[in-house]
């Protein structure tokens, strides 16, 4: 087992590796930039290394200071949470270098599914249902002409290191192609700095649905049920449940050994989520694979009493899984609290938190790293807070997150309390009936 752990993120995150860390006996080391020197990750852990200015090109995206923390305060492991370096591979390889373990997936994994081409090639291989269209990039605009025709309009023009929505576009005829092609390459170019693209038939009245996995050293793995993710805007998760309002238990059954195959099928170790878009006839495809732990987490844990982390780091030492599938006993919804003013197209808001309430209550749990007085960076990610509540049934769970949103205040800065109340109270969400593109029509109330 690990004797020190390294926690290479910061915020909400971090602080949820150090917890688990902490209750397993294994030391921890955080590290922060400048701006981050009062989070409560450093606070709580074991040792601290600033690793650098504000900005995470020049902190939490420099390996070798990630390296040489660990280095200088013996951390034997790496924990990369999610985001920054999580599923860079060459990361995982540096750490593998200089012989510190990646609480994560391998440099070769990463690879494999972190191109979206390459992975819905492995996934088809694997005889998991993917989505109609390219195999592998497409190269000309001639090329691109012909597999819309094949896969039939309408469809989605994306990129194959693309994510956060960058790089997409939907086609829904023949005469768009052309300015989508060049727009989304161009787009993409600028982003990841590579303008590869493939192309996928758009699924109309899509869920976003995906299976938590948990597979180990030897071969073998696992799913804890699925993830209701479609509440998005701008290709962002807002909000999470489990189990899916959509989900029946064949569909489940169905998914879930998909998902298994996969990850057996790579012989995947660690934690790990096979995404699927879900059409409105329950037919299901293989989207992606993110070889990392996701933000929305929690919900899982809570209905099937597991900790993810704890499972991350046991599989890392090495330890077998018992292989078990897990399928949810109560109702779970996450809201992911963001800085963001949703009166003003959800524009980012950080500043100083003058006043901090946080809920309570059976059933009621937050994970953040923010309190009174703590000063929320311009710098990263607008998500300061996850507010998760988990009941025997839907309707209790979405009348208690109701209630601990009503109890929840955060002062200073705009925050998405207001409009995950409103959501909470919309018909169409109460009654589980919602697609990836409900946000498309959702327009707050003053």
Known sequence: MFKKILIANRGEIALRVIRTCKEMGIKTVAVYSKADAESLHVRFADEAVCIGPAPSSESYLKMDRIIAAAEITNADGIHPGYGFLAENAKFSKLCEEHEIKFIGASPEMIDKMGDKANAKATMKAAGVPCVPGSDGVITTFEECEKVAVETGYPVMLKASAGGGGKGMRAVWKAEDLKDAWDSARQESKAAFGNDDMYMEKLIEEPRHIEIQVVGDAYGKACHLSERDCSVQRRHQKLTEETPSPFMTEELRDAMG?????????????????????????????????????????????????YDLIREQILVAAGVPISGKNYKPQLHSIECRINAEDPYNGFRPAPGKITSYHAPGGHGVRIDTHVYAGYMIPPNYDSMISKLIVTAQTREEAINKMKRALDEYVIEGVKTTIPFHRQLMDHPDYVAGNYTTKFMEDFEMES
Do not use: C, S, W
């Open 257 to 305: 050994a998909a998902a298994v195959k996969a990850a057996e099928y790579i012989k995947y170790e660690g934690a790990g989520t096979v995404e699927f878009l879900v059409d409105k006839h329950r037919n299901f495809y293989f989207m992606e694979m993110n070889t990392r732990i996701q933000v929305e987490h929690p919900i899982t844990e809570e209905v099937v009493d």
